[in-house]
Nanobody, 123 residues
Framework: QVQLVESGGGLVQAGGSLRLSCAAS????????MGWFRQAPGKERDFVAA????????YYADSVKGRFFISRDNAKNTVYLQMNSLKPEDTAVYYC????????????????WGQGTQVTVSS
């Protein structure tokens, strides 16, 4: 069992930046592949980024590639999502998630989820 708590969301103007954090507690954090997903009102939960247990493998959705950067600090049991050049279409609730495996892109493969943090980008 692992508990995940996101923070760092908020309201930002288009072109601005935010850094989301996801703090994990419970079982060994470094065992998990970590992912970030987002869900806008009335839409499905979409993959944003994922990182392997040691940070050696990283994937991004095409929509955020070059603007968002995922990282992790296993000593602090925390995964981060640095979001730059934000656009209004990035507005969503952002969730971090954990899984043992490496099925990076599907939300169904992630066993543990945080409660989400709202990101709102104004135009």
């Amino acid at each position: 069992q692992v508990q995940l708590v996101e923070s760092g969301g908020g309201l930002v103007q288009a072109g601005g930046s935010l850094r989301l954090s996801c703090a994990a507690s419970g079982r060994t954090f470094r065992d998990y592949t970590m992912g970030w997903f987002r869900q806008a009102p009335g839409k499905e939960r979409d993959f944003v980024a994922a990182i392997s247990w040691n940070g050696g493998t990283i994937y991004y959705a095409d929509s955020v590639k070059g603007r968002f950067f995922i990282s992790r600090d296993n000593a602090k049991n925390t995964v981060y999502l640095q979001m730059n050049s934000l656009k209004p279409e990035d507005t969503a609730v952002y969730y971090c998630a954990a899984q043992y495996g490496t099925r990076w892109f599907s939300s169904y493969e992630y066993k543990y989820w945080g409660q989400g943090t709202q990101v709102t980008v104004s135009s």
